[in-house]
């Protein structure tokens, strides 16, 4: 055999020794998880056969607690790039089988690599996270590794899309990356998130607490609202991290791709001209709205468990790909509240960052009322929803289908807000609060002077709805654009969509402005 035969040979067994990452036993012991390894996450994510990888032969550089005897080809994670759907991706996994996926120096020198790779050439980066956190033996290096990661996130914010999966344990400071991309998504059962363990609560607060209550993917995905998306299997989180970048534009400087659209453009919905109830406090469901008027019914709902009161997703009309705020009437009769608020002011932003359009369908009482909110900071969370409306400057329909009074209702990309288009369906109400609160206002002392109070509140009230609660004040002043026949809403909102595809607005140049987080 030839010198050089003899060293491609040498390559190929290098290679082999670097896909076994961290050895039969280790890979068998993952699999006895219920968890894929990291490159077979990557091969589920990418387009067959796409997946060009980078350095697989970098190795850690410590010498500590007898690590220079201990060496695996690729160093606990696998990195490099692909396609999805044909687009151009960065991805780095990180590879439970080699010291519990933890990250050292050279591992992070690896991530950095792509992520620098992926600010170059205006592509989304995917990372998969699967980790016992910072390399012990590594301290402060690995420590110093995962500040350089973090500085990353922040600075590929708002530039191109970042996406976290995360397919096993996520703890301490290693969560801050997840925290920092665009969208978390969560396996049930096998992925959890938490910034100081069971073990440390249990020492510090006395509470008793699983992995699983305390950071498990449920738990995020309906109370603390830290991931967008909760699955139960790795290939259901990959197939829903390749369908979200559909949605999703390569970077900020481009457009979301088109997709053919199938479905008449013209659809009449007849079903939507019927669909609010008469009694003001009955609910629907905004789902069906949502169905109905987009292309195909197709929605990509983010946060579906968190914070129900407002739906927020991605849809497409036209083969646009837009993104819905909704409020929801089916749940806590769709009112705003902190959650809600910062739930949608982050998508809204989103949104805004990569050129995408945002539908808003409106249905809100108001702000929930209550010590509970208003010691949560219910102000200053509503402002962010306010904030983020106010500065976006992608294009935006809003459709107001029934309530929208005081605060929520200019929350909710209002016209002020420099909402391009503002429709109303004729059972919208807008004005500045609602009949009975406005009487108890105005009528405080007739009423109670009333020989019959309970009849000259309700005639008053009757009123009041007579002259405010309807869209036709607000399109008097020209806050609404048009009422429109509910059923045509799908067209409508396409034709305004179209209208707006040459927009152009840009705010006052400035370092940052100063969102009340
Ligand atoms: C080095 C690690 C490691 C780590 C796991 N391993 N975590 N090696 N540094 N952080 C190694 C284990 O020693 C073991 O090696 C192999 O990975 C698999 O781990 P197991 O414990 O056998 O797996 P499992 O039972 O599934 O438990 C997973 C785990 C546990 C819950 C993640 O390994 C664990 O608690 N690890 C330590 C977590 C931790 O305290 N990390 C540091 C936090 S400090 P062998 O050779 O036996 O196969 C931190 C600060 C970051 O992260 C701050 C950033 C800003």
Redesign the pocket.
């Known amino acids: 055999m030839s010198n050089q035969l003899e060293k491609v040979k040498e390559l190929i067994a290098f290679r082999e020794q670097a896909r076994l990452g961290g050895g039969e036993k280790?890979i068998d012991k993952q699999h006895a998880k219920g968890k894929y390894t990291a490159r077979e996450r990557i091969n589920m994510l990418l387009d067959e056969g796409s997946f060009e990888e980078f350095d697989m032969f970098v190795k850690h550089r410590c010498t500590n607690f007898g690590q220079d005897k201990k060496h695996f080809l690729g160093d606990g994670v696998v990195t490099g790039y692909g396609t999805i759907e044909g687009r151009l991706v960065y991805v780095f996994a990180q590879d439970f089988t080699v010291?519990?996926g933890?990250l050292s120096e050279t591992m992070s020198l690896k991530i950095c690599k792509v992520m620098d790779q992926a600010m170059k050439m205006g592509a989304p980066v995917i990372g998969i996270n699967d980790s016992?956190?910072?390399?012990?033996?590594e301290g402060i290096n690995a420590?110093a590794g995962?500040a350089e990661i973090f500085e990353r996130n922040i600075l590929a914010s708002g530039v191109i899309p970042q996406i976290s999966g995360i397919f096993g344990?996520c703890?301490?400071?290693?969560v801050?990356s997840p925290a920092l991309t665009d969208f978390t998504l969560m396996t049930k059962g096998t992925s959890y998130m938490f910034l100081t363990g069971p073990k440390v609560v249990k020492t510090v607060t006395g509470e008793d607490v699983t992995q699983e209550q305390l950071g498990g993917a449920s738990v995020h995905a309906t109370k603390s609202g830290v991931t967008h998306f909760a699955v139960d299997t790795e290939e259901e989180g990959i197939a829903l991290i390749r369908r979200l970048l559909g949605y999703i534009p390569q970077n900020n400087l481009e457009e979301a791709p088109l997709k053919d659209c199938t479905d008449p453009i013209d659809r009449l919905e007849d079903s939507l001209n019927e669909i609010i109830p008469d009694s003001p406090n009955k609910p629907y469901d905004m789902y069906e709205v949502i169905g109905a008027i987009v292309d195909n019914g197709e929605f990509l709902e983010v946060h579906a468990d968190y914070s129900k009161n407002i739906i927020v997703g991605f849809a497409r009309f036209n083969g646009q790909s837009v993104g819905i705020v909704a409020n929801q009437p089916k749940m806590l009769a769709g009112v705003l509240d902190c959650n809600a608020s910062r739930k949608a002011a982050r998508f809204v932003r989103f949104c805004d960052a990569f050129n995408i359009p945002l539908v808003t369908l409106v249905d809100v009482p108001g702000f929930l009322p209550g010590t509970g909110q208003e010691y949560g900071g219910v102000i200053v969370h509503g402002a962010k929803l306010m904030y983020a409306y106010g500065e976006a400057t992608v294009p935006k329909v809003t459709v107001t289908l029934r309530k929208s009074y005081g605060g929520s209702h200019i929350v909710m990309s209002c016209k002020q807000l420099r909402g391009d288009i503002n429709y109303a369906w004729p059972t919208a109400e807008i004005a500045v609060m609602g009949a009975s609160g406005a009487v108890e206002v105005l009528y405080a002392k007739e009423v109670a002077a009333a020989e019959n109070p309970a009849k000259l509140a309700a005639d008053k009230e009757a009123e009041y709805s007579e002259a405010f609660q309807n869209p036709y004040r607000a399109a008097q002043y020209g806050y609404i654009d048009d009422v429109i026949e509910p059923r045509n809403t799908r067209f409508r909102v396409i034709r305004a969509l179209q209208q707006l595809q040459t927009k152009k607005l840009t705010n006052p140049a400035k370092k940052h402005g100063n969102i009340p987080l």
């Open positions: 280790a010291f519990g933890s016992g956190g910072a390399r012990i033996q420590l995962y344990p703890a301490g400071g290693a801050y």
